[in-house]
C-alpha cells in the first residue's frame, strides 16, 4: 500500500511537471467549463434531458437516477464533463441542506397500553430542523487519444443519534449537557466511490461502490421525486422509522451502496445498455471484519442466522430509450436483477425455529415517462419479483406461514417546469405490497403521498417546500412494538392486535445550497 502511494505520488508530481498536457482545471461557479455546463441540477436555469423535459434537481437526490446526458447517469456519477484531449477537469462539490419539518404520526404520545406502561406519557414535539452536508470530489480526464478517466467521491455527515448528558455514566448530568456529544456524533464517511475507464465509442467500465456502479439507480425512470427535498426517497426526521413507509426502489442507499463493477454502453438512436455485478451486499472491502469466520465481508456460507438474510452474487441489466418525438418526449426503461444468498453451514440454526431461510433477490423494473411541450410530464414506474424491500431478501415460508408472495411496487406521478422563474413544482402517489414481517398469513402495505416544488433563489441556491402523508399495514403486527402474532418467530403476543396500521404527515420548508 506505500508503494502504491508513492507511485501515484510520483506520478502526480511528473504530471504537473510536464505542464499543460496534463493540466488541472477548477471550473468556475457559475457551474460552466471551456467544454460546456456541468451537470449540476441545483440553483438557476433549467436542465434539459433527453426526453426534452426541463427541470431543476432536487435538493435531496441531486436528480439521482436521471440521466441528463448520454455520458452521465446521475448527478454523483461519472463522467462529469468532458475535458480537452491531454487535459483533466477536477471538481469539489460543497452542499448544505437545512428545514423546518412539522410531523404528526402514530404514537408519538406514547401508546399506552398494558404491557407498555412505561411509555405511557411519553410525548415528541411535533416540529425540529432537519438538515445535512456534502462534499463531492471528481476528476475527469481525457487522453490525447480519446481514452475517458476519472474518479469520484461522496462524503457525507453521521448524524445519528441525539443529544445526551454528558458522555458517560461518570460525568452526565440530568440538567445540563452542552453540545460536545452530539458534536462527536457529526462523523463524515464515504457513500459514492468510484472509479471509471472507457470511451465514447466503446462505452464506459466502473468499479467501486454505490450508485455509480448500480444498473438500478441509473436507469430508473417515470419516479418523479425530484422536484422538492425527495419524497419518501430517503425522507426523514423527527418522526420514528416504524412509521415511515418503507421505499422499495434503487435510489434508496440500502440498495444501491454494495460494491460492484458496471459497464453502461454508448447510447444508439436513444437506445443504451448498463449491465453490473455486485458480489457481495458490502462495500468496498478495506479489512475483512470476520469473527469466528462468520459476519466476513465475502461471506458465502455461515452458521450464524444473521448471515442468513445478506445476499451475494447480484447480477442487474437494464435498457433505455430516451428520445423526442416533435414537442412529445419519452423515455421508457426496464431493469431486470437476481442473486444468490449466503447458505447456511452444517451448524446453522434449525430454519423455522432458530433461523429464517431466505429466497434470492429476483425482480425486474419498468418504467415510464412522457413529456410534452418540454414543461410538462407524467410518469409511471412498477418493481415487481421477489423482494423484501430495497435491498431486502425475501423469507422462505416457514411453518406458520402461507407460500411466499410476489412484491409489487406502483406508483404515478406528474411534474411540471416555468423556466422564467424559475420553478418546478410536482406531486407523485406510490403503493407497496410485500411480504412484510415473516411468518405471518397477512401481506404490508406501505404507501405514500408526496407534493412539492423548487424555486431557484440563485446560482446554486434553491428554496423547496414539501408535503408528504405515508402509512404502513399489516394485519397482525405491532407496528410501534416490532411484536406480532406468531410465537415461533415473533418475540411476543401480547399486544399483536394493536397498531397494525400506522401513519405519518409531514411539510417541509427549506434552503438548498450547492457549489
Not at 407534493?451 to 440563485?458: A, D, F, K, N, T
Request: charged share 10%.
Amino acid at each position: 500500500m506505500r508503494k502504491l502511494r508513492l507511485l501515484l505520488y510520483a506520478g502526480t508530481m511528473a504530471s504537473a511537471l510536464a505542464g499543460t498536457a496534463m493540466a488541472v482545471e477548477f471550473p468556475p461557479s457559475d457551474g460552466t467549463t471551456p467544454t460546456g455546463p456541468l451537470q449540476n441540477a441545483a440553483g438557476v436555469g433549467m436542465f434539459t434531458n433527453t426526453s426534452g423535459f426541463q427541470e431543476i434537481g432536487s435538493p435531496y437526490t441531486a436528480a439521482q437516477g436521471q440521466q441528463y446526458t448520454p455520458g452521465a447517469s446521475s448527478y454523483g456519477a461519472l463522467p462529469f464533463s468532458t475535458p480537452a484531449p491531454g487535459t483533466a477537469i477536477m471538481r469539489i462539490d460543497a452542499q448544505i441542506v437545512a428545514a423546518a419539518q412539522l410531523a404528526w404520526w402514530t404514537g408519538q404520545n406514547g401508546n399506552g397500553f398494558a404491557g407498555n406502561t412505561a411509555e405511557i406519557g411519553n410525548k415528541q414535539q411535533p416540529y425540529g430542523i432537519i438538515g445535512y452536508m456534502r462534499i463531492d470530489i471528481a476528476i475527469d480526464g481525457m487522453s490525447k487519444a480519446g481514452m475517458r478517466y476519472g474518479a469520484f467521491a461522496e462524503v457525507r455527515e453521521n448524524t445519528t443519534g441525539g443529544q445526551v448528558s454528558g458522555t458517560s455514566a461518570a460525568n452526565s448530568s440530568p440538567t445540563s449537557s452542552g453540545t460536545s456529544a452530539d458534536n462527536a456524533q457529526n462523523t463524515l464517511y464515504a457513500r459514492n466511490v468510484c472509479a471509471y475507464i472507457g470511451s465514447d465509442a466503446a462505452g464506459i467500465f466502473k468499479i467501486g461502490q454505490g450508485s455509480c456502479v448500480d444498473t438500478g439507480s441509473a436507469m430508473l425512470t417515470g419516479l418523479n421525486d425530484e422536484f422538492d427535498y425527495g419524497g419518501w426517497d430517503g425522507t426523514a426526521g423527527i418522526f420514528t422509522s416504524a412509521v415511515t413507509p418503507a421505499w422499495p426502489w434503487p435510489d434508496s442507499g440500502a440498495d444501491y451502496m454494495p460494491q460492484g463493477v458496471a459497464y453502461l454502453s454508448p447510447v444508439f438512436a436513444g437506445f443504451d445498455v448498463i449491465a453490473s455485478f455486485n458480489p457481495s451486499n458490502n462495500t468496498m472491502i478495506s479489512g475483512n471484519a470476520c469473527v469466528s469466520y462468520e459476519g466476513c465481508s465475502a461471506q458465502s456460507t455461515s452458521n450464524s442466522a444473521g448471515d442468513l438474510g445478506r445476499w451475494i452474487n447480484r447480477g442487474e441489466i437494464g435498457a433505455r430509450f430516451r428520445g423526442a418525438f416533435g414537442p412529445i418526449g419519452l423515455a421508457v426503461s426496464g431493469t431486470y436483477a437476481h442473486s444468490g444468498t449466503v447458505q447456511p453451514g452444517p451448524s446453522a440454526p434449525v430454519a423455522g425455529i432458530g433461523a429464517v431461510r431466505y429466497n434470492p433477490l429476483n425482480f425486474g423494473i419498468i418504467g415510464a415517462e412522457v413529456s410534452l411541450n418540454k414543461f410538462f410530464a407524467v410518469g409511471a414506474n412498477t418493481m415487481f419479483g421477489a423482494f423484501n424491500g430495497a435491498g431486502a431478501l425475501q423469507a422462505k415460508p416457514i411453518a406458520a406461514q402461507g407460500s411466499s408472495t410476489t412484491a409489487i411496487a406502483w406508483e404515478v406521478g406528474a411534474k411540471m417546469s416555468v423556466p422564467g422563474v424559475p420553478l418546478v413544482f410536482g406531486g407523485s402517489y406510490y403503493n407497496f405490497k410485500y411480504q412484510g414481517q415473516p411468518g405471518l398469513p397477512t401481506q404490508r402495505v406501505s404507501q405514500g403521498i408526496d407534493v412539492g416544488g423548487s424555486l431557484g433563489i440563485g446560482p446554486g441556491m434553491v428554496a423547496f417546500a414539501e408535503g408528504l402523508w405515508g402509512q404502513n399495514s399489516q394485519g397482525g403486527y405491532n407496528f410501534l412494538t416490532s411484536t406480532c402474532s406468531v410465537a415461533a418467530v415473533c418475540s411476543s403476543t401480547a399486544d399483536a392486535g394493536l397498531n397494525n396500521t400506522v401513519s405519518v404527515k409531514v411539510a417541509m420548508l427549506g434552503l438548498a445550497l450547492k457549489f
